[in-house]
C-alpha cells in the first residue's frame, strides 16, 4: 500500500515563528503535493514538486516556501506564521497522470 | 474561471438505499476525473477514477458515470452503509497539467 506520512497530526505555533511540516511518501511518486483545507473552501493547492529541487506554485504559494532535495520528501514552511494560516495541511504524492494518494494531515493552529 | 463544483453541500440517505452525490466542472480540456472520500480526522482517500475516453466505470459497490456534453460527473454508492458517511470530492485534471482541481465535497450522511 502507498503510504504518505506527515511528521504531526498536530501543531499549535505562535505569530512569527518558523514552521515546517514535513512529508514523506514510499512509492517512488515523482510528483508532490501541498494543499490546505479550509471549510467551505476545499483544497486550495499550495505548492507542488514534480521532480527533486524543482516545485511549482499553486493557488496560493504566499506565506509559504517548499523544499524538495529528496525524492520521498517535501516540505513546506511557514516563514513567519499568521494567524490566517490556521489550516489543515494535506500532503499527497502522485505519479504523472495518475490519482494522488494523501496524508492524514497536519491541523496547524497560530496564536 | 474555471471551477470544479458540486450540486449539493450534503446528502442524507437510508442504510441500503443507492447515493448519487454530483459534480459538475466547466473545463472542457480537464482529460482525467477522480473521486475522493474523506473521513473525519483523515485525509482523502482515492475510491475511483475515469478517464475523458470513458463514460462508465465501475468498482466495488460504486460507479463513476461522465458526461462529457454537460461537463457532469457523478458517483454512484449501491447498497449505502453507515461506514460509507463521509465527505465527497470530486477532482478534475486540466490536460497536460500534473494538479488537480477539487470541488468542495459533499457530505453524506447514512442513517440506520
Known amino acids: 500500500d502507498v503510504k504518505v506520512t506527515q511528521s504531526s497530526r498536530y501543531l499549535v505555533k505562535r505569530t512569527g515563528e518558523k514552521v515546517f511540516l514535513e512529508c514523506v511518501q514510499d512509492?517512488?511518486?515523482?510528483?508532490m503535493f501541498w494543499y490546505r483545507q479550509d471549510p467551505g473552501l476545499g483544497l486550495r493547492l499550495i505548492y507542488f514538486?514534480?521532480?527533486?529541487?524543482?516545485?511549482e506554485k499553486g493557488d496560493i504559494p504566499e506565506g509559504y516556501s517548499v523544499s524538495r532535495e529528496k525524492k520521498e520528501r517535501f516540505s513546506l514552511i511557514l516563514e513567519s506564521a499568521s494567524t490566517n494560516q490556521t489550516s489543515m495541511y494535506l500532503c499527497?504524492?502522485?505519479?504523472?497522470?495518475?490519482?494522488?494518494?494523501f496524508g492524514p494531515g497536519t491541523r496547524l493552529t497560530v496564536t | 474561471g474555471e471551477s470544479v463544483g458540486l450540486h449539493l453541500p450534503t446528502l442524507s440517505v437510508q442504510e441500503g438505499d443507492n447515493s448519487i452525490i454530483n459534480c459538475a466542472y466547466s473545463?472542457?480540456?480537464?482529460?482525467?476525473f477522480i473521486w475522493y472520500k474523506q473521513e473525519s480526522g483523515k485525509g482523502p482517500q482515492f475510491i475511483i477514477d475515469i478517464r475523458s475516453n470513458m463514460d462508465k466505470r465501475q468498482g466495488q459497490r460504486v460507479t463513476v458515470l461522465l458526461n462529457k456534453t454537460v461537463k457532469h460527473l457523478s458517483l454512484q454508492i449501491a447498497a449505502t452503509q453507515p461506514g460509507d458517511s463521509a465527505v465527497y470530492f470530486c477532482?478534475?485534471?486540466?490536460?497536460?497539467?500534473?494538479?488537480?482541481?477539487f470541488g468542495a465535497g459533499t457530505r453524506l450522511t447514512v442513517k440506520p
Open positions: 514538486s514534480y521532480d527533486v529541487k524543482m516545485k
Open positions: 499527497a504524492s502522485s505519479n504523472p497522470g495518475y490519482e494522488q494518494y
Open positions: 473545463n472542457s480540456a480537464s482529460d482525467y
Open positions: 512509492m517512488d511518486h515523482e510528483n
Open positions: 477532482a478534475e485534471r486540466p490536460y497536460n497539467n500534473n494538479d488537480m482541481r
